[in-house]
């Protein structure tokens, strides 16, 4: 099993919290890979240098101001400050962003139609990210040895432009990456050792692939004032009905809505739950 896990940006601004988190994620067995977002706090500073933080349905719009303070943020404290929290609790992080070994590619957004504004809305230096845009032999061969991956939103172009991610995609995106990576040797063909672990006749990796949504609430609740309201399971009949009700909103509907690609495209589970319940069954199961 690979586990991707993604934390919030609440969680990375609430240093006990984050805390807690960081050690249970260290304790975690097998091979894992950390994205991180920072939102909270690159608001704050945004607002700090006098600039107002502009959000369309949880997804931040960039300007180049904007990105030179969301790459300083993401890229910088949040990702070398986490970095360093899971190196004093034994794990051997290293901390990257979406250039560092070509990673993850991005696509510059277009500018799109928003129906619940009916406008058009250019989100500026923002980067799209699917599973095909992963370097997943890349991220594949840390692993191996030993090490775990610690990714911030930020992402490039390949042609020598930084975009901002929102980090729920690059979560959902790195794990479809891994969960339909081939391992290849360098002649293009799957090793078949005797021992072999890693593929399969096909060569295709025998590893399942999850992924975990961390943030500051249990799970989706149904009412947004009652922590308790808690929805266990959540098909996407279900996720419609909630959107048309108002039930989720905002940063909640990218992040379900990655949940159901990630499905659709190989990962084997999907959980929404608290940073504080990581190693636990309590969340919300995405089917």
């Known amino acids: 099993m690979i586990r991707v896990v993604k934390i919030g940006g609440n969680v990375v601004d609430n240093p006990e919290l984050l805390k807690k988190f960081v050690k249970d994620f260290a304790a975690m067995p097998g091979m894992k890979v950390l994205v991180h977002g920072g939102g909270v706090m690159a608001s704050q500073m945004q607002k700090a240098m006098g600039m107002a933080p502009q959000m369309v349905e949880g997804r931040r719009v960039t300007d180049e101001d904007t990105l030179r303070v969301v790459t300083m943020v993401y890229a910088g404290w949040c990702n070398k400050n986490i970095t360093t929290l899971l190196q004093a609790e034994g794990c051997n992080a290293i901390g990257l962003c979406g250039a560092d070994g070509n990673a993850i590619k991005a696509r510059k957004r277009a500018p799109m139609f928003v129906e619940s504004l009916g406008t058009e809305v250019d989100y500026g230096y923002v980067g799209d990210v699917t599973g095909d845009c992963v370097n997943a032999g890349f991220i594949y061969s840390l692993l191996e040895k030993g090490m775990v991956p610690v990714?911030?939103?930020?992402?490039?172009?390949?042609?020598?432009?930084?975009?901002?991610?929102?980090?729920?995609?690059?979560?959902?995106?790195?794990?479809?990456?891994?969960?339909?990576?081939?391992?290849?040797?360098?002649?293009?063909?799957?090793?078949?050792?005797?021992?072999?672990?890693?593929?399969?006749?096909?060569?295709?990796?025998?590893?399942?692939?999850?992924?975990?949504?961390?943030?500051?609430?249990?799970?989706?609740?149904?009412?947004?004032?009652?922590?308790?309201?808690?929805?266990?399971?959540?098909?996407?009949?279900?996720?419609?009905?909630?959107?048309?009700?108002?039930?989720?909103?905002?940063?909640?509907?990218?992040?379900?809505?990655?949940?159901?690609?990630?499905?659709?495209?190989?990962?084997?589970?999907?959980?929404?739950?608290?940073?504080?319940?990581?190693?636990?069954?309590?969340?919300?199961?995405?089917?």
């Open 151 to 287: 990714f911030s939103a930020i992402n490039h172009d390949g042609e020598g432009n930084l975009l901002n991610t929102n980090a729920d995609t690059i979560a959902s995106s790195v794990a479809t990456a891994i969960a339909n990576y081939r391992y290849r040797s360098p002649k293009d063909v799957c090793c078949r050792c005797e021992e072999c672990t890693h593929c399969s006749d096909d060569g295709r990796l025998t590893h399942e692939t999850e992924l975990v949504f961390c943030f500051e609430k249990d799970g989706v609740l149904y009412d947004k004032e009652d922590d308790a309201s808690v929805i266990p399971v959540i098909d996407r009949n279900r996720f419609a009905e909630l959107k048309t009700e108002g039930r989720v909103a905002d940063g909640m509907i990218p992040k379900l809505a990655n949940s159901f690609k990630a499905i659709d495209n190989g990962v084997a589970r999907v959980m929404i739950k608290h940073a504080r319940n990581l190693n636990s069954s309590i969340g919300t199961t995405l089917i």
